[in-house]
């Protein structure tokens, strides 16, 4: 297995400009995680799945970011419009339902620069 | 919801010398605390676990160690290398038992 695959790896763009990130997690996960890493504010977890469905999205910061997961091997995270202070590395994960204990793979990461 | 507080945020050790990273939990009902390790410009991974029903655990240089009455746990690096050197995260699970909560980590500088 390729692992959890993230792209693009790099994004720059200018502020009030739409940005989608993609995810595809590794086959047979049941979970799909996005984190948003920053110095500040260290790993933070913006949203979660489980068999596509969101299950908590209260670490999304404004309404200016979305998710979705349109089936168990591809998901997104949008930001419209995106501002300077989205500019971080955001990562999705994922593992595997069964238990509590699963290891959590992450993917390579998104560096999203916002001028 | 689940927080999870880490110290120090920086830590510079010598090499061969001992490194020790704390992290403090607030839900009582979480069981399992994995660490990550995040080298730069990579992603984090795995480099052990430890769930509630142990009180320690260890894996060749690296060990951690659960106080659940406390509410915290450490990990700790003996004979430390050079490339050791990386951001280590502790982490617990929500109030749900679905979701990891990170520290903000901790950068680990080895000296050689």
């Known amino acids: 297995d390729a692992g959890v695959i993230q792209s693009p790896r790099h994004e720059v763009t200018e502020m009030g400009q739409e940005v989608t990130l993609r995810c595809k997690p590794i086959?047979?996960?049941?979970?799909l995680f996005w984190y948003r890493q920053t110095m500040m504010r260290g790993l933070e977890l913006l949203i979660y799945?489980?068999?596509?469905?969101?299950?908590?999205d209260s670490g999304m910061p404004e309404d200016r970011f979305s998710a979705k997961m349109p089936n168990a091997s591809f998901s997104t995270l949008k930001i419209q419009p995106s501002e300077p202070r989205d500019s971080a590395v955001y990562f999705c994960?994922?593992?595997?339902?069964?238990?509590?204990?699963?290891?959590?793979?992450f993917g390579p990461g998104t560096r999203l620069t916002v001028l | 919801g689940e927080n999870v507080e880490q110290h120090p945020s920086t830590l510079s050790v010598q090499e061969g010398d001992s490194a020790v990273i704390k992290c403090t939990y607030s839900?009582?009902?979480?069981?399992?605390f994995p660490w990550y390790k995040q080298e730069l410009g990579k992603r984090p991974q795995l480099i052990i676990d430890i769930r509630s029903n142990v009180g320690e655990k260890k894996d060749q240089r690296i060990a951690v160690t659960l106080n659940k009455t406390a509410k915290h746990f450490s990990l700790h690096i003996t004979e430390t290398q050079p490339e050791d050197s990386a951001v280590y995260f502790c982490?617990?699970?929500?109030?749900?038992?679905?979701?990891?909560?990170f520290g903000k980590g901790t950068t680990l500088s080895v000296s050689s």
């Open positions: 086959s047979g996960h049941d979970y």
């Open positions: 982490a617990a699970l929500n109030q749900a038992g679905t979701a990891l909560i």
């Open positions: 839900d009582s009902a979480s069981n399992y």
């Open positions: 994960a994922s593992r595997l339902a069964l238990g509590s204990y699963n290891e959590q793979f």
């Open positions: 799945f489980n068999n596509n469905v969101p299950i908590d």
